[in-house]
């Protein structure tokens, strides 16, 4: 049965990295992905499976809140993110997604640092592996999160991207 309370909208936002999807309702955002991200569609079938929601084209307040402060992220005037969000994941994904949020702007942590930091320490692979369905790309800020010995490893939406993002990062001021 679909929860008519909580219908979901997704709207298309242009970024100088690609095509981004936005979905989320009036209170929250619940997904903000590359277009071209390899499983996109299975991850909007989960997250409908998730929500119960039907997933509609439109727009919302928080599609249009995300909009707007992603245009002032790629134009160097923002770096803190507002739009509220919404995490669907394990107790353990949750936990780990939480502590990336509190990686400082133009800092980058590595997926050993992160468990540690969520008292498990030993499960730097599984950070590794949350990391990786973390569903609000760029505000929850997966690609700050870099291996042990500093070389970048993976991102979902390509090592590309994940350079640039930490290279724009940088390169801001203030």
Not at 37 to 51: A, D, V, Y
Not at 109 to 123: E, G, L, M, N
Request: with cysteine; net charge positive; hydrophobic share 35%.
């Amino acid at each position: 049965m679909k929860n008519t309370n909580k219908k979901l909208k997704s709207s298309h936002i242009q970024t100088p990295l690609g095509q981004m999807i936005a979905i989320g309702n009036e209170e929250a955002l619940y997904l903000l992905e590359f277009f071209d991200r390899r499983n996109l569609k299975r991850e909007i079938e989960q997250l409908q499976k998730k929500t119960k929601c039907e997933i509609t084209s439109g727009s919302t307040a928080t599609t249009h809140l995300i909009e707007n402060e992603l245009q002032r992220y790629f134009k160097n005037e923002l770096q803190k993110f507002i739009t509220p969000i919404h995490l669907l994941g394990t107790t353990f994904q949750n936990s780990v997604w939480e502590e990336l949020k509190k990686i400082s702007f133009r800092s980058t942590c590595s997926y050993s640092d992160i468990a540690k930091k969520i008292s498990r320490p030993t499960a730097f692979r599984a950070v590794a592996m949350a990391n990786s369905m973390n569903q609000l790309a760029i505000i929850v800020p997966c690609h700050r999160v870099i291996n042990s010995n500093h070389t970048l490893g993976g991102y979902s939406a390509g090592i590309m991207r994940k350079q640039w993002l930490l290279n724009h990062e940088k390169a801001l001021h203030g």
